[in-house]
Nanobody, 124 residues
């Protein structure tokens, strides 16, 4: 059984930084694409970032480029999302997900397992 557990979300002031973690189990972690999505109140879930199984290829949503960095440690079965220069509009529940694709995907349907999410709140 695949399990993804996110952590690291909390209340932070605008301009601050956070690092989210997602610990994976139940799948051969180092052969799967990992992604981060987020869902703000009253909005649809949106793509944030994705990383190939080697970690060499990353994709970001345009609004996150230059501020967010996705990385992974296959030895620890963990994927990270470093978020800098946070804005109030970054407030959302952040989800990690795993995909069986060979290339990083940006669409929800490309991911087959999801975590429960971690809340990030950015105050102005």
């Amino acid at each position: 059984q695949v399990q993804l557990v996110e952590s690291g979300g909390k209340l932070v002031q605008a301009g601050g930084s956070l690092r989210l973690s997602c610990a994976a189990s139940g799948r051969t972690f180092n052969t799967y694409v990992m992604g981060w999505f987020r869902q703000a109140p009253g909005k649809e879930r949106e793509f944030v970032a994705a990383i190939s199984w080697t970690g060499r290829i990353t994709y970001y949503a345009d609004s996150m480029k230059g501020r967010f960095t996705i990385s992974r440690d296959n030895a620890k079965n963990t994927v990270y999302l470093q978020m800098n220069s946070l804005k109030p509009e970054d407030t959302a529940v952040y989800y990690c997900a795993t995909s069986p694709l060979s290339v990083a995907g940006t669409r929800e349907y490309e991911y087959d397992y999801w975590g429960q999410g971690t809340q990030v709140t950015v105050s102005s």
